[in-house]
């Protein structure tokens, strides 16, 4: 299990992911919600492993959502790190 990250990065991720909900609500079912909850979960807690599953599974069921991510400025510096990480 990764070592537990600060909170204040739990909170930036928070806030990142709540701006993008708001954005794409009226397009949200319950499976994008909750695809797109786990990705938070995954990279608030810095879970490789995870978060490497869940955004593999979001861009397979869900492209337009993961597109909408990847847009973010915040959400996009966090993939690229696990990026080059070895995601």
């Known amino acids: 299990m990764p070592e537990k990250p600060p909170a204040d990065h739990a909170e930036r991720v928070q806030a990142s992911f709540d ?3 708001a954005k794409v609500a009226s397009k949200l079912d319950a499976a994008s919600r ?3 909850e786990k990705v938070r979960i995954a990279t608030a ?3 490789r492993e995870a978060l490497r ?3 593999a599974a979001l861009k397979e069921r869900h492209g337009w959502l993961y ?3 990847a847009a973010h400025p915040q959400i996009a510096t ?3 790190e ?3 990480l070895g995601f």
């Open 45 to 47: 807690e810095r879970d």
């Open 53 to 55: 599953a869940h955004v």
């Open 78 to 80: 966090w993939l690229d």
């Open 67 to 69: 597109k909408e991510l």
């Open 19 to 21: 701006a993008i909900q």
């Open 34 to 36: 909750d695809a797109i």
């Open 82 to 84: 696990l990026a080059l």
